[in-house]
């Protein structure tokens, strides 16, 4: 995978979708905060779902405070590890009114202190929330990432690094999202959608010809 060639994955992307937008509804740091912890192990969809009951009844960290756990859980049950997560929320809710004035921060040393903060939803926060060209590195990235070739890495730092070396800057911004909806869309665990991908002649992926078919309609 040679720097011409991710230039033209990039490119490709791109040219499909200008402007990627998160599939975590939300309208403010906070909001979008709550969402990325408790999309750990759980669904965008399953976590749209829980957020439009909780968010019109507490969508700030004073809000989530006064909720409390017991008063939150009702709101996450649907979602796994939904007990924990509860937990987590309330504390780094009075961690952000305690140590931060009630704001979300933009410094991932800062963001990575909070309870059930990590660095993937660091970087989720600094580049959704901020406009930051960060890359958060989930199980589709990883994926994509080492099956294309683009970025490969033993782990997921390892491949968020080679990703940031990988990635020209022009294309830094959003290409946490085009990948993750690579990941999440065409090039699947099981079996990849490699004709329908708008970069599988530039994949480096040896096994396209057994990848999926498209359906006849």
């Avoid at 008063?71 to 049950?77: D, F, R, T, V």
């Avoid at 649907?78 to 504390?91: P, R, T």
């Avoid at 660095?119 to 600094?126: E, F, I, Q, W």
């Avoid at 033993?154 to 690094?161: F, H, I």
Wanted: charged residues 25%; aromatic residues 6%.
């Amino acid at each position: 995978m040679n720097p011409q060639k991710r230039r033209q994955i990039f490119e490709r992307l791109r040219a499909a979708n200008p402007e990627p937008r998160s599939e975590l509804d939300h309208r403010t740091p906070f909001e979008l905060l709550v969402a990325v912890v408790l999309s750990a192990q759980a669904t965008d969809k399953g976590v749209n779902k829980a957020t439009a009951r909780l968010f019109p009844v507490a969508n700030t960290p004073q809000a989530i405070v006064r909720l409390g756990v017991d008063g939150l859980i009702p709101y996450l049950s649907s979602i796994g590890l939904y007990n924990n997560k509860a937990k987590n929320i309330v504390a780094l809710s009075q961690i952000l009114l305690r140590e931060h004035g009630g704001a979300v921060p933009r410094e991932r040393e800062a963001l990575e202190k909070l309870p059930g903060v990590g660095r993937k939803t660091a970087n989720v926060v600094l580049n959704v929330a901020f406009g930051e060209p960060t890359i958060a590195v989930d199980t589709h990235i990883f994926r994509v990432a080492n099956r294309t070739r683009l970025a490969p890495g033993k782990d997921p730092l390892a491949v968020e690094q080679a990703l940031l070396k990988a990635t020209p800057d022009e294309f830094r911004l959003h290409a946490h999202h085009w990948l993750i909806l690579l990941g999440r869309y065409t090039c699947v665990a099981r079996s990849p959608k490699c004709p329908q991908c708008v970069i599988a002649d530039l994949c480096e992926y040896p096994d396209k010809g057994h990848a999926a078919k498209p359906r006849p309609r």
